[in-house]
């Protein structure tokens, strides 16, 4: 069975980091690629960021250059560091793999960490 466990989230001041982690256990067949998507309170869930099984990574606007993906192939895991956070980057963020056929993949989500961004 696949799970998708989350960490790393909490409460933050603005201006500061935080770096959250996804431990992906079970067997996924053909990866296409990993990404950290966010809901906050009466918003639709977003895309934060994407990185694919080749490594290349894609990031929403508002957190270009502030936001790192990355993975870890080996441990099968993905990072998200975030630096510089803002309050409206305060939301629940869950992360994805994506597998199988790239036009209609199979998506696999984790549960979500908070993150709240506040004086």
């Known amino acids: 069975q696949v799970q998708l466990v989350e960490s790393g989230g909490g409460l933050v001041q603005p201006g500061g980091s935080l770096r959250l982690s996804c431990a992906v256990s079970?067997?996924?067949?053909?990866?296409?690629?990993m990404g950290w998507y966010r809901q906050a309170p009466g918003k639709q869930r977003e895309t934060v960021a994407l990185?694919?099984?080749?490594?290349?990574?894609t990031y929403a606007d508002s957190v270009k250059g502030r936001f790192t993906i990355s993975r870890d192939s080996a441990k099968n895991t993905v990072s998200l560091q975030m630096a510089s956070l803002k309050p409206e980057d305060t939301a629940v963020y869950y992360c994805?793999?994506?597998?199988?056929?790239?036009?209609?993949?199979?998506?696999?989500w984790g549960q979500g960490t908070q993150v709240t961004v506040s004086s």
């Open positions: 994805n793999v994506r597998s199988g056929d790239r036009l209609f993949p199979d998506h696999y």
């Open positions: 990185i694919t099984s080749g490594g290349g990574t």
């Open positions: 079970g067997s996924i067949v053909s990866i296409i690629g």
